[in-house]
Structures are given as C-alpha cells and as structure tokens.
C-alpha cells in the first residue's frame, strides 16, 4: 500500500485474522489516519492488491476488500479485527449456503427426479 495515510501495523499477540472471505488471502491491520495529525482508526484489509482478469490497475484494482468499505474501519485494534472476523465467516456461510443449493439444483436438473 503507496498512501501514507495507511501504517500497517503488527497483529497483536495471541490474536488471529480470518483469510479474506472474496479471494483467501491474508488480511492485513492497518491504522488509518485521514490528517496526519488527526484522529486514528484501524481496519483490517485483504492483503491481494494485484489487478486481475479485466481489470485495468489503475484504480480499485486487487481483491474487492483491498479497500473494504467504511463500515471496517473501528475505533481500537480489538473492533477492527472482531468485525474482520465476523464478516468473513459470515460471507463464507453465505457462499456455501448458496453454492450447496446452486449444485443441488443442477443435480436435480441433471438427475431428474431423486
Ligand atoms: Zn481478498
């Protein structure tokens, strides 16, 4: 990450970051400051900025949560990876959840009548 505004930051002892939920990659802590003296919030990002498929690298390139949106960014340490977490089990759920009943149908397509 080029932006000053962003100081990546260690990953507290004894404290576990869930892969990112979009691609698997790692996510990264960051602290973010708008105004260089200004107040700090920190967030947790997915660590996969490389542009792929049709994307063009000139922006917004990488995995979706590169920059994930506003709701990521907390007030402590503690929040940031806590939501982290929570939205990437919840996401990964909800990819199953539908990726089961997408097969299931196609099976029943296929299979006809089980
Ligand atoms: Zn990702």
């Known amino acids: 990450m ?3 505004l ?3 930051l260690e990953i507290p002892a004894g404290k576990v970051i869930a892969e990112c939920p979009c691609c698997s990659s790692d ?3 960051y602290q973010f400051q708008k105004d260089k003296d200004g107040p700090a919030s920190k967030v947790v990002m997915c660590a996969n900025g ?3 498929g049709p994307q063009i690298g000139v922006a917004n390139e990488g995995c979706p949560l590169y920059m994930p949106g ?4 907390r007030a402590t340490i503690r929040e940031a990876i806590a939501y982290w977490n929570d939205y990437s089990k919840e ?3 909800i990819r199953r959840k539908n990726s089961w009943a ?3 149908a196609l099976r ?3 299979g006809g009548a089980a």
């Open 27 to 29: 996510g990264e802590l």
């Open 70 to 73: 506003d709701d990521h960014y």
């Open 91 to 93: 996401l990964q759920a």
């Open 50 to 52: 490389t542009a792929f």
């Open 108 to 110: 029943a397509q296929e």
């Open 2 to 4: 080029n932006d000053e």
């Open 6 to 8: 962003f100081t990546k």
């Open 102 to 104: 997408r097969h299931s």
